[in-house]
């Protein structure tokens, strides 16, 4: 009896230091304005606990007694406030008011990375600025990073998300769709991406289940803000391929941003093996005006003007390729030029006004003009060599395989407007936000295209039929014509916070009309997420809904062949808006190792394809069928570790797993943006014992696409191309670091500058010849040759950028 007494006295004592050894400690977050904060960050410092606060700033945690306790809250963009509880027990309120910053730090500490619960992913600029890449940093090669996310070709802008063509992703700066050139063909050509680097603000992305107010497009929505400066600043950058400046200014009711970018890359095109004179210039001017008239209405201005030049005179080529068994040879020595020209023109005025605190509304009018042309003659004379292989006895292999001279020639010019007028609300009702727009677009073509090619085997011009000389491929087109497109959305966005978490729900419809073909769209969309109270680590979300990608001019050209071989180019005015059905389903988990935050996000999705117009790609041009004719289906899945692997440096890692197929002529086959498996990592790192010494890493690894012969389809045959494998390095020394907070300030005419680095890169480190495309050789019994047109090899640039 004495024993179960004493036990007894022992459970109890045991029970009263478990209930004290515990503080639970809760209250409010505010900002400066008594608003409460939501999605604040309190962690209690040299712990892995931390919690998030709810729609009303609320939050709780509790931890282990100890004699101090240090909490720290952090929000982006306010000021991280610190406290500390000296012997707390039980029960501990503690209210946190938070200011914002406008102060420029070198880097930030970050404390916990923000759950997705919708749609779209924030992606901070910052992290990609010293990136090692051809574009020099620009926001779409930061995207093929990303995963669902897949390019294969460095010098290009353009980018496949998910098993959609480059055609299929929408871009919005301020709000405003943005349009491509319908010209380009490969990435020499392409220049500067439209996005200009130096002026972004807020870079938003979705791989797949966006919201209603992003338009006709099947794959990705890429939403862009470019930011209004806080006071006078400025940037200039210079290096091997060219150089940016960027200005900002302003005065309180008036602010202003300009960006000026040249680019001169023939060094980096002279490493491709085709061998000659490179003159390609790149010139973009963009700027961004605001003018606040009072506190309700502000208009804004957005203007671009592009002009990219690409002149090429080709002397000679010889391609290695093959297998150590089969190794061949293709020379050719060339005569002609190419002469490119890629003018693009943009503007867009909006008025905005607030109504009331949750109300506001815009009207937008903009216009886009395009002028392509693209005009080349080139002749060549080859000769396709086995080369000097050995046999299965050993003795020396070899021989002519082809000879053959070939002449290429096209004319083409594109005029293309894009007129637009919308207008734009958003209204905040009892908790739910209400989004809602009509469009009218008004779009007009003129076309004057003229292209063939003629081949020569052997003495034979291709094809030979023996009683006349015909070329191997023509086409024309002659095309002026204009359309009307009327747009309207409505959404509905709802965050709901219960017992067993914080549910974020998202519903609404999208509704076009196009007059070309008399056809109705209404495409309903909805996503949910759901943060758990149990363990808020945690997100789940699943979106779903029915999306179309409404066709522009390449997509309803339609080839017809007359009894002589020629192709001409009509317009299917019965053409019919691709489909897409589509299920996502994903999560992210935030934690924290090391003393450092990181996430690891993964989604699974379906498409269910119809109407599709089924395509081909050739380097960067697409060539589409005109009708549709397939219908077929998308699955993968996509995962992403995202964190700081090194304080105060962001790195990530993704994977992915696709596939993509269709039914072409009764024959299922891959769809050319089948890319099975996809790796990437940008990865960052300060050099010990010298902060200001920093290292990045870009690498991607990929598979290769499905490729076919020029005039045939994939049900005909096709092949794999190479896997895509590159990585770029490089360095980036602080000649003039950024002032932390706490520092003394620079005197002089340095106390104007913020940062100076200079840079030096590795452009494909490891030296590996990518395909682009492939050049076929035709011989006289039209047996095909493919030879491989590689990618740019190993180059090296120098880089200085002054922030001031």
């Not at 606060?53 to 282990?64: E, K, M, P, Q, V």
């Not at 010494?693 to 045959?717: C, E, H, Y």
Request: net charge neutral.
């Amino acid at each position: 009896m004495k024993k179960v007494y004493i036990l007894i006295l022992l459970m109890c004592v045991i029970n009263s230091v478990i209930g004290y050894s515990q503080v639970k400690i809760h209250g409010k977050v505010i900002d400066e304005e008594n608003k409460p904060l939501e999605f604040a960050t309190i962690r209690i410092n040299g712990t892995a606990l931390g919690t998030n606060t709810n729609l009303d700033g609320d939050y709780s945690i509790s931890t282990a007694e100890v004699d101090t306790i240090d909490v720290v809250f952090s929000c982006i963009g306010y000021k991280t406030e610190k406290r500390q509880l000296i012997k707390a027990k039980g029960d501990v309120v503690l209210n946190m008011r938070m200011f914002q910053t406008t102060k420029e730090l070198q880097e930030i500490n970050v404390t916990e990375y923000k759950k997705q619960t919708g749609s779209m992913v924030k992606i901070d600029k910052n992290s990609y600025k010293f990136a090692p890449d051809v574009s020099g940093g620009s926001v779409e090669a930061m995207l093929t990073t990303m995963a669902g996310v897949n390019s294969t070709n460095e010098m290009s802008s353009q980018y496949s998300v998910r098993g959609g063509s480059y055609d299929e992703n929408s871009v919005y700066i301020n709000g405003i769709e943005i349009y491509r050139p319908q010209l380009i063909s490969s990435g020499q050509q392409e220049g500067l991406s439209i996005i200009n680097p130096d002026m972004v603000g807020e870079i938003n992305f979705s791989t797949g289940g966006f919201s209603a107010e992003y338009g006709d497009k099947m794959s990705s929505a890429l939403d862009i803000a470019y930011r209004e400066p806080q006071a006078f600043e400025g940037s200039m950058s210079l290096s091997l391929m060219g150089g940016s400046f960027a200005l900002g200014q302003n005065s309180g009711k008036f602010t202003q941003l300009h960006g000026v970018r040249y680019k001169q890359n023939a060094s980096l095109l002279s490493s491709m093996e085709t061998k000659g004179e490179y003159d390609p210039n790149y010139f973009d001017y963009q700027t961004h005006l605001v003018y606040n008239l009072n506190k309700k209405f502000k208009i804004s201005f957005l203007g671009n003007a592009a002009i990219n030049n690409y002149k090429f005179k080709p002397v000679n080529r010889t391609t290695n390729f093959g297998t150590s068994q089969d190794a061949k040879q293709f020379k050719v020595y060339f005569d002609g030029q190419e002469k490119d020209k890629f003018e693009t023109y943009f503007g867009a005025l909006s008025l905005n006004y607030k109504h009331l605190k949750n109300s506001n509304f815009t009207l937008l009018a903009s216009g886009y003009l395009t002028n392509e042309l693209v005009a080349y003659d080139i002749s060549g004379e080859y000769w396709l060599d086995q080369a000097g292989t050995t046999g299965s006895t050993g003795e020396a292999v070899g021989g002519e395989l082809g000879v053959g001279r070939y002449h290429e020639h096209a004319r083409n010019r594109l005029k293309a407007t894009v007129y637009s007028l919308s207008f734009k609300g958003s209204t905040g009702v009892s908790g739910h936000n209400l989004d809602y727009g009509v469009s009218y677009n008004h779009e007009k073509i003129h076309d004057r295209s003229r292209e063939w090619e003629l081949r020569d085997s052997a003495g034979y011009s291709l094809p030979s039929t023996g009683d006349a000389v015909h070329v191997i491929y023509n086409l024309a087109s002659r095309q002026d014509f204009g359309s009307n497109r009327i747009a309207f959305f409505a959404q509905d966005t709802y965050k709901l916070n219960s017992s067993l978490g914080l549910f974020s729900f998202n519903g609404g419809v999208r509704m076009s009309y196009w007059d070309f073909n008399k056809e109705l769209l209404i495409s309903p969309r909805f996503n949910i997420s759901f943060i758990p109270e149990a363990n808020n680590s945690f997100a789940f979300r699943f979106a779903t809904g029915l999306y179309y990608q409404s066709p522009f001019y390449k997509e309803y050209r339609l080839p017809i062949s007359d009894a002589n071989g020629n192709t001409i180019i009509a317009l299917n005015n019965d053409i019919k808006s691709q489909r897409s059905v589509q299920f996502i389903f994903g999560g992210d988990y935030t934690f924290r190792a090391l003393e450092r935050p990181f996430k690891l996000s993964a989604e699974l999705y379906y498409k269910h394809l119809s109407n599709l117009i089924p395509y081909e790609v050739d380097n960067l041009k697409i060539v589409y069928s005109g009708l549709n004719q397939t219908k077929g289906y998308t699955a993968g899945l996509d995962v992403k570790l995202f964190g700081q692997f090194v304080p105060g440096t962001d790195s990530w890692i993704s994977f992915s797993l696709m596939k993509t197929q269709e039914i072409l002529n009764g024959v299922n086959v891959p769809r050319p943006t089948d890319q099975r498996y996809s790796f990437a990592m940008y990865f960052t790192d300060y050099f010990p014992n010298i902060p200001k010494l920093k290292f990045s890493l870009r690498g991607i690894f990929s598979d290769g696409l499905p490729t076919t012969a020029p005039q045939s389809s994939r049900d005909v045959g096709y092949f794999r191309s190479p896997a895509y494998k590159r990585v770029d390095a490089g360095l980036s020394y602080a000649l003039l670091a950024p002032i932390k907070e706490g520092e003394t300030k620079r005197g002089g005419y340095l106390k104007y500058i913020k940062s100076i680095w200079l840079g030096f890169d590795v452009f494909n480190l490891l030296d590996i010849s990518n395909v682009s495309s492939y050049y076929w050789v035709t011989d006289v019994n039209n047996i095909q040759y493919a030879v491989p047109n590689y990618l740019t090899r190993r180059q090296f640039n120098v880089r200085l950028t002054i922030d001031f």
